[in-house]
């Protein structure tokens, strides 16, 4: 897999280095800056410790199985062109160079929803999906929200539904307000029917 993050930092070059500190305790394979520039931290054959607790599909493990990339964002600004760029190129390569599939680039936020909320509702899916980097949402015959979360890749316990469905408005419906309803229904459903998790 490839899980998408924001830095949470004012600056790239702070997040690195941070990153690359021993006594921070994560790490990620890469880093893009604002204007585009790409730093390599960990060889993409080798474990980074970016995801922390979470899970998707049948992966409990997640730095085990994944490259991590960070991305130069406080959380409450637009992901800018060269940054959103530097990124397409970058998943490109990686997904070729690993036979990834697009269901299988995810945010921070769906393996952890309510934990973590990153790259946010700021970031820019449906420009990757267009590109063949991640997917979209269509919609499908509205059905029990939560079985098909889970049957999509989403772990999330009872506890977890308010959660669960703002990590899936932030990345498939951007704006969306309000209790559940029958579009979040058909969209899960229609994400659950293509891409079920492995």
């Given at each position: 897999m490839v899980v998408l993050h924001y830095t949470a930092m004012a600056s790239a070059e702070g997040a690195r280095d941070w990153l690359c500190n021993p006594e921070a305790g994560v790490s990620a394979h890469y880093v893009i800056g604002r204007y585009g520039t790409v730093w390599q931290l960990v060889r993409e054959d080798m474990r980074a410790w970016h995801a922390g607790l979470g899970a998707w599909g049948s992966v409990a493990e997640v730095n085990s199985r994944s490259i991590g990339i960070e991305i130069a964002n406080t959380g409450s600004e637009p992901f800018p062109e060269p940054q959103m760029a530097a990124l397409?190129?970058?998943?490109?390569?990686?997904?070729?160079?690993?036979?990834?599939?697009?269901?299988?680039?995810?945010?921070?936020?769906?393996?952890?929803?309510?934990?973590?909320?990153?790259?946010?509702?700021r970031f820019d899916w449906a420009r990757l999906a267009r590109r063949g980097l991640a997917i979209t949402a269509l919609p499908g015959t509205p059905g029990d929200f939560h079985a098909d979360a889970h049957r999509f890749g989403y772990r999330v316990?009872?506890?977890?539904?308010?959660?669960?469905?703002?990590?899936?408005?932030?990345?498939?419906?951007?704006?969306?307000?309000?209790?559940?309803?029958?579009?979040?229904?058909?969209?899960?459903?229609?994400?659950?029917?293509?891409?079920?998790?492995?």
């Open positions: 397409e190129d970058l998943l490109a390569g990686i997904l070729r160079r690993w036979s990834i599939a697009p269901d299988r680039v995810i945010g921070h936020s769906d393996m952890t929803p309510g934990r973590k909320i990153d790259p946010g509702p316990g009872a506890d977890g539904h308010d959660a669960l469905l703002a990590a899936f408005r932030d990345r498939f419906r951007p704006g969306a307000r309000g209790p559940l309803d029958d579009t979040d229904r058909s969209l899960m459903a229609g994400l659950a029917a293509r891409y079920p998790a492995a």
